[in-house]
């Protein structure tokens, strides 16, 4: 039966994405988003990268324009999140006191960045990085340059922000467990070709390294002191290891939880009624049959459609192959597939790394499970994202020589439909 009204907790693109989905799929009941953020919903890629950077506004940001919500009856509720789940009752208590019924609730609640036990952590000038404010409050102290920045996380995200600070004119140096940036995703020859990126334009490496202590003057951050003993100066310093899934809510409602809110392919969790969908969500796979926790922007798309769809009886799955980019100085990379199934596996590499356009496949007993292309022309058609999710889904078996073989074109590597 369709529910009579919905509750959205998390004010994110997970929940905006299922708000507008439901609307659009003619739902008419009563809508409403619970977030924390003082803000409209919006996207986080820009965050790190062409916002960060000043080269987008606030619309490019929007999940939809703030008019939306009021034109189509979704009330907003921002700064009142929902503070407690009771299944039996099917009731959530907001923040602000406020107890609502629902007929089905989709919890979206997103994730929140990990913090390190370093003496000197509270200092002006430390900070982590998810929300938007942290993205105007950084671009505001790297756009005058000048300064030395230091980098904890050697992960997608203090790659990017590493690429923006030095864009600014900065001084910038990177710390990371890894003895190579981004080796644990994408493999050590990969991840070289993007340290060499970062190294070409004055970012500096300390791997493996971690950071032992934050040093500071009058209140405000002065440098970090590595493992090693090495104080490095800083002005400015963005602890970028990773993000905690918000579980919460969900455990408190007895809900099955495990890496972020267990849910069945169509987002269903162990309580009747109630839906998970964006970084908490560890969703069963169609094509793995296993769980899997992404945190990128197309899983929250794509999950708050699925969420939708399926709260209002529909027999959907959350089926599409994940995908995610990034955008490092002169490097525009997008990749498409399943980590676990590519960790053991050297990439196949077509096009030339040194030329700074390629493609590379993984695959596992001859199948491509995954695929990432750098800098590759758009004007070639199909694109290779699209042959390379067309290659996943048809789990078909392609010798590496013709992944790699350019005089092969990418429709030749297409499956048959």
Known sequence: MTPESIVIAGAGLAGATAARTLRAEGYAGNITIAGTEPHP???????????????????????????WYAENDVD??????????????????????TVQGYGALLLAPGATPRTLPLGGAEYDGVTTFRTIDDSRRLRERLAPGGRNVVLIGSGWIGMELAAAASTYGNQVTLLGLEDIPLAAAIGPELGSFFRTRH??????????????????????????????????????????????????????????????????????????????????????????????????????????????????????????????YTDQFDVSMEYSGFPSLAAKAAPVIRGSLERKEFVAFWQQDGRVVAGMNVNWPRSVKPSAQKTIKALITARAEVPAERLTDEDVAFDQLMPET
Request: proline share 7%.
């Open 76 to 97: 907003l509720r921002l700064g009142s999140p929902v503070a407690s789940v009771d299944p039996a009752a099917h009731t959530v208590r907001l923040a602000d006191g």
């Open 199 to 324: 190294e070409d334009n004055g970012v500096r490496f300390r791997l493996p390294a971690s950071a032992r202590e934050i040093t500071g003057h009058n209140g405000k951050v002065t440098g970090v002191v590595t493992d090693a003993g090495e104080l490095l100066p800083a002005d400015i310093v963005v602890i970028a290891v990773g993000v905690v899934p918000e579980t919460a809510l969900a455990s408190a409602a007895g809900l099955e939880v495990r890496n972020g809110i267990l849910t069945d392919a169509s987002l269903r969790t162990s309580a009747p009624d109630i839906f998970a969908a964006g970084d908490a969500a560890n969703a069963l796979h169609p094509f793995t049959g296993e769980h899997h926790r992404s945190e990128h922007w197309s899983n929250a798309l794509n999950g708050g459609k699925v969420a939708a769809k399926a709260m209002l009886g529909q027999d959907v799955a959350l089926d599409m192959v994940p995908y995610f």
């Open 41 to 67: 919903p919006y996207l986080r890629p820009p965050l790190s990268k062409e916002y960060l950077l000043g080269k987008a506004g606030e619309d490019a940001v929007e999940v939809v324009p703030g008019s």
